[in-house]
């Protein structure tokens, strides 16, 4: 019989996959399943990221797996945002530790062997509206909001009260040249989205 770690290296995408595609890969939704799950993350071969959600352990990968894509599979509906999508863009010189994330849905926090996934509730009109999807190489994809809209969660979700941009430069240290680059009619179809 073969192991869960077995299975999953043939048949998940990425090596991510859920409790319902293991139990399709093993025709069995039951104490059996169950049983392969728990023996393959006590060995370490796998790891739970949350309730029915797992990942091979990164030395049975080929490549990394993609965070930001693991994102969209943990909490949701969501997408990447504010300082994430802010340092992806190249808007905040910094490092970024933590995939955060704009939902719908409560905010809650996810620490797991892949990282830190913190999605927090921002409640708009258009939820998608300045969100793109992004295409990697490797084949994964995410919801990415834009710069000036991962700003705006921002400022939402920390409650700033900015009067001029040069806080924003001061605070995140955003980059001048990308602020001066944004149409001052995308500043005004944010406000209106987010009422």
Same mark, same amino acid.
């Given at each position: 019989m073969q192991t869960m770690t077995e299975i999953? &290296?043939?048949? !998940?995408?990425? @090596?991510?996959f859920t409790r319902r595609e293991a139990a399709g890969w093993v025709e069995d939704d039951g104490p059996r399943l169950d049983a392969l799950l728990k023996r393959a993350v006590a060995h370490g071969e796998v790891w739970r990221i949350?309730? @029915?959600l797992y990942c091979l352990h990164t030395r049975y &990968?080929? *490549?990394?797996?993609? !965070? /930001?894509?693991v994102a969209q599979l943990v909490h949701g509906p969501s997408y990447i945002s504010m300082e994430a999508a802010l340092s992806h863009h190249g808007w905040i010189p910094e #490092?970024?530790?933590?995939?955060?994330? #704009?939902?719908? !849905? *409560?905010?809650?926090? /996810?620490?797991?062997? =892949? @990282?830190v996934f913190s999605f927090t509730r921002v409640p708009q009109r258009v939820f998608y509206a300045a969100v793109s999807r992004v295409e990697t190489r490797a084949g994964d994809s995410f919801l990415l909001a834009d710069p000036l809209k991962a700003l705006a969660d921002y400022v939402y979700v920390h409650r700033c009260?900015?009067?001029? &941009?040069?806080?924003v430069m001061e605070d995140l240290r955003v980059e001048e040249e990308a602020l001066r680059d944004v149409?001052?009619?995308? /500043?005004? =179809? &944010?406000?209106? =989205?987010? *009422?």
């Amino acid at each position: 019989m073969q192991t869960m770690t077995e299975i999953a &290296l043939e048949r !998940a995408h990425r @090596g991510v996959f859920t409790r319902r595609e293991a139990a399709g890969w093993v025709e069995d939704d039951g104490p059996r399943l169950d049983a392969l799950l728990k023996r393959a993350v006590a060995h370490g071969e796998v790891w739970r990221i949350r309730r @029915g959600l797992y990942c091979l352990h990164t030395r049975y &990968l080929k *490549r990394p797996v993609d !965070a /930001f894509a693991v994102a969209q599979l943990v909490h949701g509906p969501s997408y990447i945002s504010m300082e994430a999508a802010l340092s992806h863009h190249g808007w905040i010189p910094e #490092a970024v530790y933590t995939v955060t994330s #704009a939902s719908v !849905a *409560r905010s809650r926090t /996810f620490t797991t062997p =892949l @990282g830190v996934f913190s999605f927090t509730r921002v409640p708009q009109r258009v939820f998608y509206a300045a969100v793109s999807r992004v295409e990697t190489r490797a084949g994964d994809s995410f919801l990415l909001a834009d710069p000036l809209k991962a700003l705006a969660d921002y400022v939402y979700v920390h409650r700033c009260r900015w009067t001029s &941009l040069t806080p924003v430069m001061e605070d995140l240290r955003v980059e001048e040249e990308a602020l001066r680059d944004v149409p001052p009619e995308a /500043f005004d =179809l &944010l406000k209106e =989205l987010n *009422r």
